[in-house]
């Protein structure tokens, strides 16, 4: 069966998600707008059907949806009204989901705690009073409320997983090039993936395959979608499973405690557990951040306030403006070589570390982020709120697959397990995450 069955029909569903929205929203700020045509497209979703009919979804507001604003949570894009819609939005609409609203996120989705909206913070319906994580924050935080089904966010350096994680809910960042970045506005886009959000492994795995596969783009890998729902299967027996000891370095020991529970039990589960080696582990972060600084600042240089409302420079948080001369400083041509020709060296050294350690074994499993999430409201320097990204940016440097899983809690704060695998096996991943699930 690959097909969703929701309790109610179509237009039930989406007034229940809408209650529960009435009720918390104002508290959690998942949303910058809702959707207004949201009931006509239920009532089409009962007339049409479709694997999806009637699932809500929230959409991160970095994600074109024809007719609502893409804002990127900025000041500089406040007032744009997307044209047409995402590949990925176009998919999901084509299989009967309703999309319930734009999600909030990280100005640009720069962040890892969902605090530099221009829209305001979002807050952790899971964990009151701490950060939801970032930068899809509404996303995770729409469906851990229960205001939608499932959310689309966008993963560049852990975007989808650090909130899913923090949230409690399931997230997937596909293989680099399998879900179309059409329609998807850039932070850096060697490493941008579109990737759905659920409350559960299943659901999940279905968004995946209806947005998987090949699009328009160039850049896109050449490969037709998967039927992940039909061959899912928690059955571990055979499954290697590796863990490299520089995961624990870096993790805090409440967190460790929490993801080696959940090793055990994929052992039990009768899986194998292997350590593997990933030495480079810590140069990924400041390889990431050199791209990204670069990548982006090259991005925004469209944002010069003549097409769209604003000049960038002259509205934008602070974080965006930090990377911005950033950015501009590395690309300058005398520093060229110096930094970013050895960022893309890195980046090589850490993909061929990755893929050598997931050749001994069929997944990698790790931590999601090295802390818990702080408190709303608690300031952190630059450095410490980079420093969530640290297990979550080698996946997309490397451009693999990555999904997330609630594993635990930490005095009742979710903590999620991460699943990595080969490119384009997003099937093992998916399975592993299914034999994981339920932990709590
Ligand atoms: N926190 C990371 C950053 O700020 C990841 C962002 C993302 O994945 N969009 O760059």
Redesign the pocket.
Known sequence: MNELVLEHSPLENLERCLERIQEREREINAFIELNPRAEEEARRAERHGGRLCGLTVAVKSNINVRGLRATCASKTLENYVAPYDAVAVQRLRSEGAVIVGMANM?EF????SGETSYFGPTQNPAAEGRIPG???SGSAAAVAAGFADAALG???????R?PASHCGVVGIKPTYGLVPRHGLID??MS??QIGPIARDVRTAALLLEVIAGRGREASMLDVQPQPYTRHLSADLAGVRVGFAREFEEVTSPEILGVIKRSLRRLEAQGAEVVEVELPSLEKALPT??LI?FVEFFSATRRYDGRRYGYRIEEVCGA?VLRRIHLGSYISQKEYAGRYYRRALQFRSLIRRELLQALEQVDVLAAPTTPKLPHRLGESLTPLE??A??LL??PA?LAGIPAGVVPAGRVRGIPVGLQVHAKPLEEQVMLNVMLAAEGAE
């Open positions: 990280d989705a720069c962040g890892s970032g930068s899809s966008s993963d560049t350096g852990g975007s989808i650090n932070l850096a490493l941008d990431y951040y990204v974080e709120m980079y969530y990204d979550t940016v997309n």
